[in-house]
């Protein structure tokens, strides 16, 4: 038969247990505790008589969530079980993790008292707490090993003018609150956006206008490979100093996201020796707290800088070589010339995909009074070593050229003064004399390894193979020449594989492609002759282009004293190519006879300012006389349309834009391939063009 335990033996059940148990009558709708067992006072160290007294309320503390003692409290008054899991507070002050059980003791239906058990959790909630720290110090080590590496490749395409943009938000999505990259100069601190190889960014930054201070973060992280900095946002630093600069940003962005921090990161963005820029983070509040976090962030902050500015001093190298061997060979090729008695058309153009520059060249020579020489020519490779040769041999053609007329003569002493030079590079050239007759133009010329002009006459192309040899400098001691006679209406063409080579194609197609297109051509001078060829074979080179087109003026249908009204120039994007295409364009007016200049001189100069300033690469310029007017057209690389001024109804590409859509009529269009081509029409004004015979282009 069972025994039924009485109360005092429950108690003394209780008494013996290891598990904290206390109870509390309901009286009046609250809570007093009438017992606690042993387990209770050894566990949070209050007796039984000072919980009666009150100690009951000293339990809970500044980190005990009280809405879950409520919602306890509120579940057992409804007569259900309830177990909660929080902070307690022993009479030492120290805080305990436990569980808490409270269960209701109903009688008629009536809630009169509840028993609590607790169970100690401190141990498991800490080695929770280690799992979880653990946790995100791998997940941050991933996050920020994952991120290093993506900025790693990101940093491969250098051309991407917003590339630092994508850097930033991928910092700011990933890692911190705020991120940016910064470079000091004249004005102080300067957002960037891209790896900007621009000459102006200072090596250092220079301590004009008050800018540098001696405890300004900025300023030492911009100058120091070490310095490793914070920016306090509720410090004032001195007024423009860059640090107060920075710090005008940083308030308003936290005024905006509450869960950024107070201190910001400054590191500097290393190149080869010498910092090039800073990055500067703004942690999260949350990381800012944990010092841990804060390294974290500090060391994945030095890292993606270290990428970014070895990428920046890349650019700026690369920047200055292209610009080096741009400008080399710029200088060694010649401004097209007015040739008296002969329509001359010239063209040069590098592949895009190389360092802008390369080693075809061409050449016209005033020899003497009555003869004309033209050359062409190609020496392999795409640097700054190939223009070099190009202009050391060009330099050779054109004095021996000046004084020994014959083409077979001048090129074998270019031979022997080659071979003796020891090029290691390859080259090629055609070089032709012209000299005028009673019927049109006597042609000798002597080719060594490279591609025969092509004689067209009538839609008959004849190839120019006699007096062809081996490469320059590789030929016997006396080379031969061929001859051929030009007559009125007649053109040749002079050009390098870059034309007509393709990886689709062999070359040989290629010259056949050209010969075709030569036997169909319908324009009536050397300009319209080049922009046809130029237009259906060079408008995707993979290899540098070089064109000369000689045509014999036919004085039934030609002004054989008005030079070809169209001309071409190529461009670096240097804002000294303003001047250049203003006084290049002026020169060509002159030539057509043109007295009211103004409105094309500054039609020119803010295409040519908007290339410079918005877009990369070369920038090409072409003036064509039309029938409806000066046609100018500025190519650049940039794909982007003339944008708007933000605010200025109906002003596309600002002011500049603006000037030119009351002098012109303009538009731009998409080029195939990347980049654009921006138009520009200028109405004569009344007699300007009259009498001018000229072809539309």
Known sequence: MSHRLTSEEALEVLDVMDVAVMIADIINGGSWVTWVNPAFTRTFG????????????????????????????????RGNRCTITGIGYCDDGAELWSTFTASPVIIEGRVVRWIGVQHDVSDHVRRSELQRRSYEVERRARVGLSLVAEVSELMADVDDPALLRVVVKLLRRRLVSWAGFFV???????????????????????????????????VDAAGSAEARNEIDLFREYPAGSPAAQLVARLRSHR???????????????????????VLVVLPRATDARVVESAGEITAIAELVARRVGLAM???????????????????????????????????????????????DWYDIVHVSDDTVGVVIGDVTGHDVEAAAMMGQLRSIVRAYACELIDPAT??????????????????????????????????????????????????????????????????????SSGS???????????????????????????????????????????????????????????????VVVVRIPDPAVDD??????????????????????????????????????????????????????????????????????????????????????????????????????????????????????????????????SGRGTDAQ
């Open 410 to 479: 001048v090129l074998s002493r270019v031979d022997r003064l080659v071979s003796g030079m020891r090029f290691d590079r390859y080259a090629t050239l055609a070089y032709a004399a012209m000299k005028p007759d009673e019927n049109g133009w006597g042609v000798t010329y002597t080719i060594a390894g490279h591609l025969p002009p092509l004689l067209v006459r009538s839609g008959v192309v004849t190839p120019l193979k006699d007096g062809g040899g081996l490469l320059v400098g590789c030929a016997e001691p006396v080379r």
């Open 313 to 359: 001093e890349n650019a700026r190298l690369y920047s200055r070589e292209h610009r080096l061997a741009e400008t080399l060979q710029r200088a060694m090729l010649p401004e097209q010339a007015h040739v008296a008695g002969l329509d001359v058309w010239t063209y040069y153009a590098p592949n895009v995909e190389h360092a802008q520059v390369g080693g």
């Open 484 to 546: 051929v006679h030009a007559q009125p209406g007649d053109f040749i063409v002079f050009y390098t594989d870059g034309l007509v080579e393709r990886r689709d194609r062999s070359m040989r197609d290629g010259v056949e492609a050209l010969s075709e297109l030569c036997a169909r051509l319908t324009s009536r001078d050397a300009a319209g002759l080049g922009e046809e060829i130029v237009a259906e074979l060079g408008a995707f080179p993979e290899d540098d282009v070089a």
């Open 46 to 77: 209050y007796t039984l008589e000072e919980m009666i007294d009150g100690a009951v309320h000293r339990l809970i503390g500044a980190n005990t969530d009280e809405r879950e003692i409520d919602r306890m409290y509120q579940e057992v008054l």
């Open 184 to 218: 000091l100069d004249g004005a102080g601190l300067r957002e960037i956006d891209g790896l900007d190889p621009d000459e102006t960014w200072p090596r250092r930054p220079a301590p004009s206008r008050g800018l540098a201070s001696p405890d300004d973060p900025i």
């Open 560 to 689: 054989v004293d008005r030079p070809a009204a169209s001309r071409r120039w190529n461009l670096p994007a240097d804002r000294r190519s303003v001047g250049r295409a203003r006084h290049a364009v002026l020169g060509a007016l002159a030539a057509w006879g043109y007295d009211d200049t103004q409105a094309v001189e500054l039609v020119v100069s803010e295409l040519v300012a908007n290339a410079v300033l918005h877009a990369w690469g070369e920038i090409g310029l072409h003036l064509a006389d039309t029938d409806h007017g000066l046609r100018i057209e500025v190519t650049d690389s940039s794909p982007m349309p003339p944008a708007a001024l933000r605010g200025k109804v109906a002003r596309a590409g600002g002011y500049g834009m603006h000037i030119v859509g009351r002098l012109a009529e303009w538009g731009w269009q998409p080029v195939e391939g990347g980049g654009k081509v921006v138009w520009a029409v200028v109405r004569p004004r009344a007699g300007d063009l």
């Open 255 to 277: 005024a905006a996201h509450a869960a950024a921090a107070d201190r910001a990161i400054v590191v500097p963005a290393l190149g080869r020796r010498n910092p090039v820029g």
